[in-house]
């Protein structure tokens, strides 16, 4: 099994519903693009990444939103040495079609009492239906590692909240450490470092806003 060396998760660039979130009501989520902020901060993590890349090839991955696909496109990777394919399962959590305003920020609140892993959005989706797409996509990942041609390096293009819970996923974390952190920031990078031990560390830790509450033992 050719295990990449390195799994860099990239968040977007600052969208036009980071930066105003009236535009959820006149765009559907997946069609909005990047602020002249995000175009700037993705190129900025692509200067990072192509420094850290070399000379190597990547396996890449991106989310079907316009977002991700233009961050990906502003990262200014070598398309020789890079593969693309747009994945569906690292989508942006679905908060239903259309949104209303002041439904969505009712139900953010919601979210925010509830519990941000299992409050599902009205006609959309709980952060507990994200983590089952996830775990689907990493199934495949992991055969796609059965390749002895498979890049050292594996880049994900895709949203802070898929971020957080993929790491989850991947290195076994609870529920109540999930809520207890935060998503990284607009153009920002997690790395998964395959260690001398065979197993995968993140490079630095997501920032925690609160202290985890676990039901049980698992913290």
Not at 25 to 43: I, K, M, S
Not at 73 to 97: A, M
Request: hydrophobic share 30%; charged share 30%.
């Amino acid at each position: 099994m050719a295990q990449p060396r390195r799994i860099v998760l990239l968040r977007h660039g600052e969208s036009e519903g980071n930066a105003d979130d009236s535009v959820y009501e006149r765009v559907p989520d997946h069609a909005l693009g990047l602020t002249e902020t995000g175009r700037r901060q993705a190129e900025e993590a692509g200067e990072r990444l192509r420094a850290t890349f070399g000379d190597e090839c990547v396996s890449v991955y991106v989310s079907p939103y316009r977002r991700t696909h233009q961050s990906l496109k502003l990262l200014g990777l070598d398309s020789s040495r890079t593969r693309v394919r747009e994945e569906p399962r690292l989508r942006e959590q679905d908060w239903g079609n259309w949104q209303d305003r002041e439904d969505v920020r009712k139900q953010m609140a919601y979210r925010d009492a509830y519990g941000h892993f299992f409050y599902r959005f009205a006609q959309g989706e709980s952060g507990a239906d994200v983590y089952d797409r996830v775990d689907a996509f990493l199934d495949s990942l992991w055969r796609s590692f059965e390749h002895p041609d498979h890049p050292p390096n594996v880049l994900l293009v895709t949203h802070g909240l898929t971020m957080r819970l993929f790491c989850m996923r991947w290195l076994h974390w609870s529920v109540a450490e999930f809520e207890s952190l935060s998503n990284p920031g607009n153009g920002e990078t997690r790395t998964l470092l395959l260690g001398s031990d065979g197993r995968y560390h993140l490079d630095r830790p997501f920032e925690r806003w609160c202290t985890p509450k676990p039901y049980g033992h698992t913290g």
